[in-house]
């Protein structure tokens, strides 16, 4: 009952975040411009799915990096593969038929191709169909880079949870300070895992040793009273931006207290939400995120390319930036959302047309 609670839990989780994220690539605010709306989460929301991918991480693949790898090469690598390469090969098309925006360069020689498509193996693509993908493979570097910690301590019997968060937050440190505060050319892919090192293992300790703690009413109203400040100080700040996609994030302090409280704001408010109605469709969405991370961004340029033409919508795109007003907002969040669950359920059902037919 407890193992299924705690899954159930974390879909919720998830499912808020995957939404939030989807929620940031449309340009609307519901409230006044001095409620700082995009503050307020923009800290926590991708880093959060860093502390929560170390949720159910075991130590016995984290001492073994061949095991982990073995785990997450199908799960996470080739499922991303399976998104970035048509995406990659179909780039020229998407250009021709004007779903692509013209600032967008073709692929034209032979160079062009061998450089993307090098990108997409190494995991280091940034193919605009499926960019938001990046998260994924970042996760897949993440968890890898932590594996070799682990198996690097234990191998000269220095191993502990606080010398693994240690060399994670010193790993993290000088990831943040050469991509924030140097002009030293490191990938931001490799950037940003090194950095979710540490969010991945805090995740890992504070779901195996205080769980419970999640439905602690003074935490929650601290955390609330850290996203608030945040929201109206570091993050209201002239150009502050944040963006674990290229590594950019303030300091490694603001970075961990401000996902800490994050996570934990979202993690009390689904231990209320399980078993109701709104907690099962979080649920379902968190449990269908990767699919959601992989589409939404296609499905939300589609339908706003179809409804541009329509002034009720007020949707005006440049590039991969949509802004529109309510109505517009309405249909490219839910259709996004709608036209992925279509797609990844029709795709199944042909699967297992054919593996009877087989």
């Known amino acids: 009952m407890l193992v299924k609670k705690r899954f159930e839990f974390v879909d919720i989780v998830k499912g808020i975040c995957i939404l939030l994220i989807i929620r940031g690539h449309i ?29 159910f991480l075991k130590e016995a693949d984290l001492l073994n990096p061949k095991n982990l790898l073995k785990k997450k090469i199908p799960a996470l690598y080739l499922k991303s593969l399976y998104f970035f390469l048509p995406a ?43 960019e938001p993908l990046w998260f994924a493979l970042a996760l897949f570097y993440g968890l890898v880079f932590l594996s070799i910690m682990a198996y690097g301590l234990k191998s000269i019997n220095k191993y502990s949870h606080m ?31 090194v950095s979710s090192t540490v969010l991945i293992y805090l995740g890992y300790l504070i779901f195996n040793s205080s769980y419970k703690s999640f439905n602690n009413k003074c935490i929650f109203v601290i955390s609330l009273v850290i996203l608030l400040s945040y929201t109206y100080t570091i993050g209201a700040a002239p150009g502050m931006l944040i ?68 002034p ?37 059902r042909i699967k297992r047309l054919i593996c009877k037919i087989g």
């Open 312 to 348: 009720v919508c007020g949707i005006s795109i440049d590039d991969f930036t949509f802004n529109t007003n309510f109505i517009g907002f309405f249909i490219l969040f839910f259709g996004s959302i709608v036209l992925t669950f279509i797609s990844i359920t029709l795709v199944r």
């Open 27 to 55: 340009n609307y605010s519901f409230f006044p411009e001095w409620v700082n709306e995009n503050e307020f989460y923009t800290i926590w929301y991708v880093s959060g799915f860093y502390l929560i991918g170390g949720f």
């Open 88 to 130: 990659t090969l179909l780039h020229n098309y998407l250009l021709q038929i004007g779903y692509y925006p013209a600032s967008i360069k073709p692929f034209i020689t032979l160079s062009d191709w061998g450089r993307a498509l090098g990108k997409v193996f190494m995991g280091m693509s940034f193919e605009k169909l499926v």
């Open 243 to 310: 963006g674990m996609i290229v590594n950019e994030y303030p300091d490694i302090i603001t970075l961990l207290v401000g996902t800490l409280a994050g996570v934990y704001f979202i993690c009390y408010l689904s231990c209320y939400l399980e078993h109701s109605v709104l907690g099962v469709i979080l649920a379902h969405c968190g449990k269908e995120s990767f699919y959601l991370m992989a589409l939404h961004i296609m499905f939300i340029r589609l339908l706003a390319i179809l409804l541009s033409k329509y």
């Open 163 to 193: 010398n693994m968060f240690i060399v994670s937050l010193i790993a993290c440190a000088i990831s943040g300070y050469i991509s924030n505060y140097t002009d030293i050319h490191f990938p931001p892919r490799i950037a940003t895992a």
